[in-house]
């Protein structure tokens, strides 16, 4: 644990900066009259007067340990996806660095998300072995891939190397998704040993054009510079622009020119070209008209007749999915345990599986009869009966 303590004598706090990123605050006179002759780690850990945030984005965080007894499967926003195939969504974190104009989560300067959510990295690394291993009883000879994404930068998470480390273990390829600001030469270099691809966003090459979709100081030729870092590494480099009509309609191909002279794509494809698509709580940059899957496909063809992806591409195959503990329509009643991740959700806990609970007005510690309304890919949504 690395931190730092500072006061905040605007608000009348003992604030301590916990490995960078989560930001742990105490009331200064309930410091001064409990704590102050204690051990901080000893205080960080165990008082029961602080409050928690991510220091990225300030936003209320909760930390998930296996000893908070929270289950990480069930939301979008953290623990572990299964769509029903080889490849495992691994979500350690939320919160990002950049404000993406197109963000379809919302992320960075966000009007829809208030909580942040960090997993213990020992904790979602165990999950992941366990799901993997119940995978491989059903299916012999399959390969298991971690892809750590989520609604974020994966980067940003602190024990990022310690979670690469644990999945390397027990996963047969590790991928990550990252806009690259937060890497550097000599950690792509140390990654070689853990990650076998990296899916990086870079959505323009023009200076002006990225720094406008980054929506916030971006420094474009560092992240080039990594893509040749990756590229010249033992990492697969997959370069995944978000092509948002009106902004960077001219700059894909000339993305698709850069990521083939550094030798992006050595094993899997080099590129993943997403379509911009306008989500109910993703951010909408103003005159992008989404395109039609026609028309995207269409485009993509008059720039590279490959760049049309499969999941064979990726050898993603269907398999044997967890089990579901819910199912649509059941009728439940539940303790609301948490904050969930956007206004007026919330969360509960039920048959080891969260449970998101939308457009509700509850508050902690309340019961509340609920009806399942989403339960695909064991992702469980309720509203209230």
């Not at 992941?128 to 609604?151: L, M, P, S, Y």
């Amino acid at each position: 644990m690395r931190y730092s303590k500072f006061i905040d004598e605007e608000k009348k706090e003992v604030v301590f900066l916990v490995d960078g990123v989560i930001e742990v605050r105490i009331a200064k006179n309930i410091y001064e009259k409990y704590y102050a002759k204690q051990n901080d780690e000893e205080i960080i850990s165990l008082c029961p007067y602080k409050n928690i945030y991510n220091a990225i984005t300030k936003r209320r965080l909760y930390f998930i340990s296996e000893r908070s007894r929270v289950p990480l499967i069930g939301h979008t926003a953290f623990g572990i996806i299964d769509r029903g195939t080889n490849l495992l969504q691994v979500r350690p974190s939320t919160g990002c660095n950049l404000n993406c104009i197109f963000c379809s989560v919302d992320e960075g300067k966000s009007k829809t998300r208030v909580t942040d959510y960090m997993v213990d990295a020992d904790y979602i690394a165990n999950k992941f072995e366990e799901i993997a291993d119940f995978k491989r009883k059903h299916h012999k000879n399959i390969a298991i891939e971690a892809h750590i994404d989520g609604q974020g930068e994966p980067f940003l998470y602190p024990y990022i190397e310690k979670l690469l480390r644990k999945l390397r273990d027990s996963a047969d390829i590790v991928s990550i998704q990252t806009n690259g600001t937060l890497l550097t030469k000599e950690k792509v270099k140390k990654f070689q040993a853990y990650i076998d691809r990296i899916n990086l966003s870079i959505n323009a090459l023009n200076e002006k054009t990225a720094t406008l979709l980054a929506g916030c100081h971006y420094n474009l030729q560092h992240v080039l510079d990594i893509a040749e870092e990756i590229a010249s590494s033992n990492i697969d480099l997959l370069l995944a622009p978000v092509w948002v009509p009106g902004y960077n309609d001219d700059e894909i191909e000339k993305i698709v020119r850069f990521g083939r002279s550094i030798g992006a794509g050595k094993k899997w494809k080099a590129f993943g070209i997403q379509k911009y698509i306008r989500y109910k709580f993703g951010k909408k940059p103003q005159g992008a008209k989404a395109m039609d899957f026609k028309t995207f496909y269409k485009k993509l063809a008059e720039i590279g007749n490959d760049l049309k992806l499969y999941p064979k591409d990726f050898g993603i195959v269907k398999c044997k999915a967890i089990p579901k503990k819910f199912k649509l329509g059941e009728k439940i009643k539940l303790r609301i345990e948490m904050y969930g991740r956007m206004k007026n959700e919330m969360i509960a806990i039920a048959r080891d599986r969260i449970i998101q609970i939308i457009d509700t007005n509850r508050k902690l510690g309340d019961y509340v009869n609920v009806r399942i309304i989403r339960n695909k890919h064991n992702i469980y949504v309720a509203e209230e009966a």
